[in-house]
Structures are given as structure tokens and as C-alpha cells.
């Protein structure tokens, strides 16, 4: 069974920073690329971060990119995201995914997610 | 970037009703389109996948459309528990990979 948990999240004041992990079992973690979503209180989802399975390629959407860093350990089956500079406006849950690709070739995105973590930036 | 828009932006619909929701890029993905069925206090969950494939274990009342710029998810015939928001994503070759805004279904 996959399995994906978040952790990490807390509150937070405005400024700071804090790291949030994404423990894997079930499947070959490194063989599978990998995302952080996120979504605000009551909001749609936001993709923030791409992570390939080698952790060469790394996209981060613009909202994020300078202030939050994406990495992984594929030998402790594990994703990270480091976020500093922290802002009211990234309060949210953040869910990690995975993508893969199926027996056809096809790719295909985020087909398991985590429960998500919290994370609150208030002051 | 391209932008990804999604109408109606709620609906609600009766038991057994056919639902057809759309997704609209800004700029040609190809079949680069995804959906999501995320339900009230719930994780989202991927329903298809390359604009039309269903993924594994997904009601056979889903179904997905189009490529290019314009793509539809629709719900044959509506159940109780199809309950919630969906969501289409792009996943092209060019990030970011933006969601639609969201499509809140209701039951009438």
C-alpha cells in the first residue's frame, strides 16, 4: 500500500521559517517523481514544487520560488520542504504527491496524496 | 503562464442528472489534463489522467474530454456521493502546473 505522511506543521510568526517532511513506504520512492500542493482555509489547490526522481530537475511556481526549497532523500524515502521568509498568505495544509507514469508510457500526476500538514503564519 | 479556467464555478444537480463541467487553457496542452474529486474534509483524489484515461478504481460515470485548450469532466449520472469539488490541473512539459479554481457540485 502507498503510503505518504506529512509532517512538520505548525504556527508560525510572520518571518520565519520552518521544514516540512513527507515520509514514503509501500512503493520504490525513488523511482517517482514528486509535488507539494497546498491548499489555504476555505481556497482552491496551488501546486508549488516538482521534484524529479533523481532530484536534478526542480520547478517552484512563483509564488514560493526564493523563499521555499524543495529536496529529497531517496535512500530514507523521504521529501522535504524548506520554507523561509514565511507570510500570512502561506497559511495553509500542505499535501505532498506523487506522480508516476503507467503501463502505456502515460504520465501520470499526483495519483496518491498525503493527508497533509498544517501550517499556520500568524503573528 | 497559462491560465486555467473552469465554469460553472458551482452547480447543483439532481440524482441520475448528467454533469459536464469545463476546463479552459489559455494555451495548448495537448492532452496534459487532469482531474480531481476532492470531497468535503477530504484529501483530493486524481480521477483521470491524459485528459480522457481513467484512473484505476474511478466510477465508470467519469468521464473526460478534449485536448488542446478545451477540456470537459462529466458525470453520466449523478450520485450522492459525487458530492464535491473538482478540480483540472495542467501538467504539460512547462510548469507551473496550475489548478482551475474549482467546480463545487451540490445535490438539489
Known amino acids: 500500500e502507498v503510503i505518504l505522511v506529512e509532517s512538520g506543521g505548525t504556527v508560525i510568526q510572520p518571518g520565519g521559517s520552518l521544514k516540512l517532511s513527507c515520509a514514503a513506504s509501500g512503493f520504490s520512492f525513488r523511482t517517482h517523481d514528486f509535488n507539494w500542493v497546498r491548499q489555504s482555509p476555505g481556497a482552491g489547490l496551488e501546486w508549488i514544487s516538482y521534484?524529479?526522481?533523481?532530484?536534478?530537475?526542480?520547478y517552484y511556481a512563483d509564488s514560493v520560488k526564493g523563499r521555499f526549497t524543495i529536496s529529497r532523500d531517496n535512500a530514507g524515502s523521504s521529501l522535504f520542504l524548506q520554507m523561509n521568509s514565511l507570510r500570512v498568505e502561506d497559511t495553509a495544509i500542505y499535501y505532498c504527491t506523487r506522480d508516476r507514469w503507467d503501463d502505456s508510457g502515460d504520465y501520470i500526476p499526483s495519483d496518491h496524496w498525503g493527508p497533509g500538514t498544517l501550517v499556520t503564519v500568524s503573528s | 503562464d497559462i491560465q486555467m479556467t473552469q465554469s460553472p464555478s458551482s452547480l447543483s444537480a439532481s440524482v441520475g442528472d448528467r454533469v459536464a463541467i469545463s476546463c479552459r487553457a489559455s494555451?495548448?496542452?495537448?492532452?496534459?489534463l487532469a482531474w480531481f474529486q476532492q470531497k468535503p474534509g477530504q484529501v483530493p483524489k486524481l480521477l483521470i489522467y491524459g485528459a480522457s484515461t481513467l484512473q484505476s478504481g474511478v466510477p465508470a460515470r467519469f468521464s473526460g474530454s478534449g485536448s488542446g485548450t478545451e477540456f470537459t469532466l462529466t458525470i453520466s449520472s449523478l450520485q450522492p456521493e459525487d458530492v464535491a469539488t473538482y478540480y483540472c490541473?495542467?501538467?504539460?512539459?512547462?510548469?507551473?502546473?496550475?489548478f482551475g479554481q474549482g467546480t463545487k457540485v451540490e445535490m438539489k
Open positions: 521534484i524529479s526522481n533523481s532530484g536534478r530537475t526542480i
Open positions: 494555451q495548448g496542452l495537448g492532452d496534459s
Open positions: 490541473q495542467k501538467y504539460n512539459s512547462v510548469p507551473p502546473w496550475t
